[in-house]
């Protein structure tokens, strides 16, 4: 008879044990043959001055992006609570696994604009923010592909892509404005499968609950527009410290490191992609020829500015939550436990 106890444990080490080995993986591969005297050179070339441009251009990134999430919650809620829950699970997502932060996120945003916004309007315009993060970054990547990279098999890939990204952005607009009409069609086609009835219809309602607002052509663009703004406040980052780091820098290779990396930190790793960022930005950078160790040098400036910055404002949000970090940790499992839910 098998172990009740067998597959909570297999799923904890899904959930937990791989996203360790990616991570652990991902700093084997930045550190194997790694000239560690010459990160340090890469760093002794920096200014305060570059350090402090860095740390500007990311926080009106961020100032930008928690105008998107403003947005997708129809403008209904206050820009500063909005702000300060997107800086919690920046929080969260940095020291806990699981991706605990938007749970966390959506339960401050829920108490603090209580009668304004239920959880599960706010988990779907996290669901949302993260779609259209999607889009945006799979344009700069296509327009790096298309137009910066002269490959012919990329240049067929972009253009597929093209065509794909246009795709879907219909799909959007129709089902967002025809909700009903879908999500009824997809009730009655999948009625006799218990996968696609319990769990693949909720995620499209919840998804397109996100997209509500986004009816109007006008109002998506209108946040994509913000959101690429604030993707090009992070790749001025990447652009100052190669004028400082890399002699020889190209201008358009923020917009392609920043993107590439971007979406390998998407894998399942450790808490704040702890490796997987380095390795994603190292792997890009060695794509047009930079070497290992100032690309390593550029990646943790980054990185560490990307947690370091969203953790301060964290701990004020923690603070204005009025809970401890234990408890808010505990209640941000049980809104994930009770609606089953995964962003």
């Known amino acids: 008879m098998p ?21 652990a993986l ?32 990311f926080f ?13 919650l129809g403008g209904r809620l206050s820009y500063s609570n909005v702000f300060w829950a997107m800086n919690l699970g920046y929080l969260l997502n940095t020291i806990v696994p699981l991706r605990l932060g938007e749970f966390g996120r959506a339960a401050f945003l829920t108490e603090r604009e209580e ?3 239920n959880y599960m309007e706010v988990f779907a315009s996290i669901v949302a923010e993260r779609l259209l993060d999607l889009l945006v970054g799979f344009s700069f990547l296509l327009v790096c592909l298309l137009f910066l ?36 069609w997809l009730e009655k086609r999948f009625a006799h499968s218990g996968f696609f009835k319990n769990k693949v219809i909720p995620r499209i309602e919840q998804l397109l609950n996100g997209f509500q607002y986004f009816a109007k052509p006008g109002r ?3 946040a994509f527009l913000i959101l690429a ?19 020889n820098s190209v201008w358009w290779w923020p917009m392609f490191v920043n993107t590439a990396s971007a979406f390998v930190n998407a894998l399942p790793s450790a808490p704040g992609g702890l490796g997987v960022f380095e390795a994603g930005t190292v792997g890009s950078y060695a794509l047009v020829g930079v070497e290992k160790a100032p690309a390593l040098a550029i ?29 808010l940790i505990e209640k941000a499992t049980k809104f994930r436990q009770k609606e089953g839910l995964q962003p």
Request: glycine share 8%; charged share 10%.
């Open 115 to 117: 009668h304004k916004v």
């Open 229 to 247: 703004i604030s993707w090009s406040f992070s790749m001025l980052e990447y652009y100052i410290l190669q004028g400082v780091i890399l002699p």
């Open 3 to 23: 172990d009740p106890a067998a597959k909570p444990g297999i799923n904890r080490f899904l959930k937990i044990g791989i996203p360790l080995l990616v991570s």
């Open 26 to 57: 991902a700093i084997w591969l930045v550190l194997r043959k790694l000239d560690f005297r010459a990160v340090g050179d890469a760093f002794r070339q920096l200014s305060p001055g570059a350090i402090a441009l860095i740390v500007l251009c």
């Open 60 to 72: 009106v990134g961020s100032l930008l992006r928690a105008v998107t999430c403003w947005l997708l």
């Open 149 to 184: 990279i002269q490959n012919v098999t990329l240049n067929r890939i972009a253009g597929i892509g093209i065509f794909v990204l246009v795709f879907f952005i219909i799909f959007i607009f129709y089902a967002t404005r025809n909700k009903e009409s879908v999500m009824l």
């Open 220 to 222: 998506f663009l209108l």
């Open 299 to 327: 990646s943790l400036v980054v990185h560490s500015v990307q947690i370091v910055i969203p953790a301060i404002f964290g701990v004020i949000a923690l603070v204005l939550s009025g809970h401890s970090l234990g408890s």
